[in-house]
């Protein structure tokens, strides 16, 4: 069982950065892929970032490739979304969640943390 508690989200002006935080409680945190995903009003939820359990792979969608980087530190119990020029239309809630392997789909993850807002203006 893994619980997960996102933060770090808040208003940003365009071109600026956040970093995200989701810290995570269970004892088997470092066998679990981490990913981040986001979900505007009114849209689909979407794949974000994901990060191997050994800490050896990283995917991004193609949407914010070169502006975000993962990472994890399993000593901590935590991974992070670090964000940096941001755009409006990165507005969204975001969610962490934990999974077995390295996934794209949501549905194939076990455990989510409950998200949190973040808001790019122009």
């Known amino acids: 069982q893994v619980q997960l508690v996102e933060s770090g989200g808040g208003l940003v002006q365009a071109g600026g950065s956040l970093r995200l935080s989701c810290a995570a409680s269970?004892?088997?945190?470092?066998?679990?892929?981490m990913g981040w995903f986001r979900q505007a009003p009114g849209k689909a939820r979407e794949f974000v970032a994901v990060?191997?359990?050994?800490?050896?792979?990283?995917r991004y969608a193609d949407s914010v490739k070169g502006r975000f980087t993962i990472s994890r530190d399993n000593a901590k119990n935590t991974a992070y979304l670090q964000m940096n020029s941001l755009k409006p239309e990165d507005t969204a809630v975001y969610y962490c969640?934990?999974?077995?392997?390295?996934?794209?789909?949501?549905?194939?993850?076990?455990?989510w943390g409950q998200g949190t807002q973040v808001t790019v203006s122009s």
């Open positions: 969640a934990a999974a077995p392997k390295m996934q794209y789909a949501d549905l194939r993850y076990d455990y």
């Open positions: 269970g004892r088997t945190f470092g066998s679990y892929a």
């Open positions: 990060y191997s359990w050994n800490g050896v792979s990283t």
